[in-house]
Nanobody, 126 residues
Framework: QVQLVESGGGSVQAGGSLRLSCSASVDSFRGACMGWFRQAPGKEREGVASIYDDGVTVTYADSVKTRFTISQDDVKNTVYLQMNNLKPEDTAMYYC???????????????????WGQGTQVTVSS
């Protein structure tokens, strides 16, 4: 199984930056994607960003695509989410996730992701 552990969450003022990390217990297999999702109280879990195992094909939610960057380090088996110009509406629990399906390429479908981390809290104050 793919086991995921997130880190890097915290509290930051609006306009600030955070870098989230997700460490995987095993190497990503061919056709797999890594993704970031978030969920605020009273809201549905939503996709934030995903990256295909080619390390090139990335997908972002419209609300974050000009501010967030997803990347991966195959040597460290780690995926990152660099979050810049944070806004109060970015406040949420952020989850790292892994998809075993090749169809995840270029997509951000919640149902495609089967392994999940425990989450890391991001709080943005105004």
């Amino acid at each position: 199984q793919v086991q995921l552990v997130e880190s890097g969450g915290g509290s930051v003022q609006a306009g600030g930056s955070l870098r989230l990390s997700c460490s995987a217990s095993v190497d990503s297999f061919r056709g797999a994607c890594m993704g970031w999702f978030r969920q605020a109280p009273g809201k549905e879990r939503e996709g934030v960003a995903s990256i295909y195992d080619d390390g090139v094909t990335v997908t972002y939610a419209d609300s974050v695509k000009t501010r967030f960057t997803i990347s991966q380090d195959d040597v460290k088996n780690t995926v990152y989410l660099q979050m810049n110009n944070l806004k109060p509406e970015d406040t949420a629990m952020y989850y790292c996730a892994a998809s075993p399906y090749m169809r995840c390429r270029g997509a951000l479908r919640l149902g495609d992701f089967r392994s999940w981390g425990q989450g890391t809290q991001v709080t943005v104050s105004s």
